[in-house]
């Protein structure tokens, strides 16, 4: 499970991890915080590579 780190996402952008995304798991409304749908990852692990502020990550 991806954990999406609040202190870490600015909040301010839209999330170029969406993009990313091969699954479409990641949405966001507005510039909230991105979500994860658990449903739809296959835990590829892209978006933790690729957000530059390093705010997805494997939630422990
Ligand atoms: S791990 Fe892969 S499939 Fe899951 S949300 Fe990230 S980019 Fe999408």
């Known amino acids: 499970m991806l954990k999406v780190e609040k202190?870490?996402?600015p909040q301010n952008h839209r999330c170029p991890?969406?993009?990313v995304c091969?699954?479409?798991a990641i949405?966001?409304?507005g510039f909230d915080l991105p979500r994860v749908d658990?449903?739809?990852c296959i835990g590829c692990l892209k978006c933790?590579?690729?957000c530059p502020m390093g705010a997805i990550?494997?939630?422990k």
């Open 7 to 9: 202190k870490r996402c």
């Open 17 to 19: 991890a969406i993009k």
């Open 22 to 24: 091969p699954a479409g």
């Open 27 to 29: 949405t966001q409304k």
């Open 38 to 40: 658990e449903e739809k």
């Open 48 to 50: 933790t590579a690729f």
């Open 57 to 59: 990550s494997e939630g």
